[in-house]
């Protein structure tokens, strides 16, 4: 079985610093390592995915993320936010070959002017 | 190409009545998930179709039921509504693939139980 766990409920930060999200996972199995995004009132939007090979995976909106193999990290970091970035981030692992996504808790960023 | 789409996006039911919630995938996708979010339990995946078929199930009581139609649209059905089923609920459509296929998730339906 895997879990996930996201190390911080609450993110505040101010416009243009940057800001890292921590995700730590466990799997007795390779996985394959997902950053999610949710907007107020809207489903999950992708932002990036780790399968193989590099271990930093660029994603959209200037995200990138870290695998750490034997840190079982997964951290998502940007090197300067915005107001728009405000939201809730979601790290989530998947088993080879499935399609059954295991979710942490989520972390909520805000962002203040 | 349309994103994925879900039916209704807002229900109100009462304790022990019955729910149908409807998916429609991305075109050309043959995989459907289903998670549930709540605030004290996170996202929690329920079910998997694909060609019609559960190949995967989430732990969750035999009052949570779904299927899969030929045309890969999904439905989700929850009996004897409890209170504890009020949530988010979240299909996700994707390709399948030897790997890990992207999973793309409609805005989701909120089931309110009263």
């Known amino acids: 079985a895997q879990s996930v766990t996201q190390l911080d409920s609450q993110v505040p930060v101010f416009e243009e610093a940057p800001v890292e999200l921590r995700c730590n996972y466990s799997?007795?199995?390779?996985?394959?390592l997902f950053w999610y995004v949710q907007y107020p009132n809207q489903g999950l939007q992708l932002l990036l995915k780790y399968l193989s090979g590099s271990t930093l995976v660029k994603g959209i909106n200037g995200f990138e993320a870290e695998f750490n193999k034997s840190q079982t990290s997964f951290h998502l970091r940007k090197p300067s936010v915005h107001i728009s970035d405000t939201a809730e981030y979601f790290c989530?692992?998947?088993?080879?070959?499935?399609?059954?996504?295991?979710f942490g808790q989520g972390t909520r960023l805000t962002i203040n002017p | 190409k349309a994103g994925v789409t879900q039916t209704p996006r807002y229900l109100i039911k009462t304790r022990g009545q019955q729910v149908t919630l409807s998916c429609s995938p991305i075109s050309g996708h043959r995989s459907v998930s289903w998670y549930q979010q709540t605030p004290g339990q996170g996202l929690q995946f329920l079910f998997e179709?694909?060609?019609?078929?559960?190949?995967n199930k989430g732990n969750f009581p035999g009052r949570f039921s779904g299927r899969q139609f030929s045309n890969s649209r999904s439905e989700m059905n929850v009996s004897t509504l409890e209170l504890g089923d009020s949530a988010l609920y979240l299909c996700a459509s994707s390709l399948v693939t030897r790997q890990a296929d992207t999973q793309y998730f409609g805005p989701g339906t909120r089931l309110t139980v009263l």
């Open positions: 799997s007795s199995v390779s996985v394959y």
């Open positions: 179709y694909f060609s019609e078929t559960q190949r």
């Open positions: 989530a692992v998947s088993e080879w070959g499935a399609q059954k996504l295991v």
